[in-house]
């Protein structure tokens, strides 16, 4: 059966304090939003759906960058879930198929329980996501039998034995596309807030004698976010999973506390990752590669065998090809380096290309930037780049050729050439003395004064 999703994000999370929309703070890197799209985008949905109101603007173009072919329909005003889940209704007037509503601040759902919530459809028209909560508070409670639901019970209109009940509503909805907008069209504002509530579908739809289900998953997956607190929790939450998720993929952590992953971090079996280190947006390390110590990686690419820091950065762009090392205090961004190449320490390599088994000494530098444009540097194979060259793009460098330390590197070097670009050393003898005889007197004399 096909499946599209509902995501509600109009939201404005006046708890959070901040002029962010509350479903682009980001947890692991990533906004909220992108969570929930992740679990959505597993089913392979027919069409996703997310609704926005406050910032629309901003929220749409995540939803969008996260992938094109999410529509964004605007809630304005804001009238409730009900009102919410509505506003999808032209887009899925054709649909034949079961909708799922999620919400964009609730972003750790798996796509197992959502595929669950699906299986569920085959035996109730209507079902609803709960879990047992070790604190229930105010939460909805869900009066069930077995699997079958019976209804929901905002708390404020719970007994006393209602009120016991640690069963409590997630606010996840199934049911297909088609009657669930047929019930909204039933649901009614006579609240206090005047809002039209997606919680009473249930009940409408038993009214007219279909079945309504309830799922359970493990609370952690229902966590929502309103305040900086859960925002920190939930990070937390997807770091301690992300680090079992790594272990028992057969990924070594030195130190596991110590090391945060993005959303969309790959890792292969039988990685090394030492301590305290940070992956940004886009990284994937293959098999048998090696991260040591407080290294920051983000958008980058490293392959099997090579080995990387401790103490290195790397940037949007890097491409490390196998038995790469790259070592402490060295920066690569857009940039591929081919097999064997080692750049050992204190080294900025931006926007080049380095062929295989080249060498790049210490406190290299490509000056990849003129001011307005960037340039890029070609360095071929076998090459071995002299300490405190600066290799000034747009220049290339041949295969088996040689810069001396030292050099400013302007003009291109040829094949196995040597290339000196230094400027002529002049030595004067005792000059060194006199000099700083004549500026400690200066020196003192201004103390005096």
Known sequence: MAVSFIVLAAGMGSRMNSDTPKVLHNIASAPMLHHALTAVRALEPSRIVVVTGHEAALVAKSAEAFDPAVDCVLQEPQLGT???????????????????????????????TLQAMLDARARHSVVVLGFQARDPGRYGRLVASGDSLEKIVEYKDASDEE?????????????????????????????????????DLPALARAQGLSAGVVI???SETLGINTRAQLAEAEAAFQARARADA???????????????????????????????????????ESGAEVKAFCHLEGCHISRGAVVGPF????????????VHVGNFVEIKNAILDEGVKVGHLTYIGDADVGEFTNIGAGTVTCNYDGVMKHRTKIGKRAFIGSSTMLVAPVSVGNDALTASGSVITENVPDEALSIGRAKQVNKPGLATKLMARLKAIKAAKGKS
């Open 312 to 323: 290195a950065r790397l940037r949007p762009g890097a491409e490390l090809a196998e038995d």
């Open 82 to 112: 009900a009102h919410a889940v509505d506003m999808a209704a032209p887009l899925l007037a054709d649909f034949a198929g079961d909708a799922i509503v999620l919400y964009g601040d609730t972003p750790f759902i798996r796509p197992e």
């Open 247 to 285: 272990l028992e993929n057969g990924v070594t952590l030195t130190a596991p506390e110590t090391v945060f992953f993005a959303l969309d971090t790959h890792i292969g079996r039988d990685a090394i990752i030492g301590a305290n280190v940070i992956f940004g947006p886009a990284v994937t390390i």
């Open 217 to 219: 998953c493990d609370e």
């Open 163 to 199: 009120r016991a009940i640690t069963l409590c509503n997630s606010g996840v909805l199934c049911a297909p596309a088609k009657l669930m907008f047929e019930l909204i069209a039933r649901v009614e504002n006579n609240n206090a807030a005047q809002e039209y509530y997606l919680t």
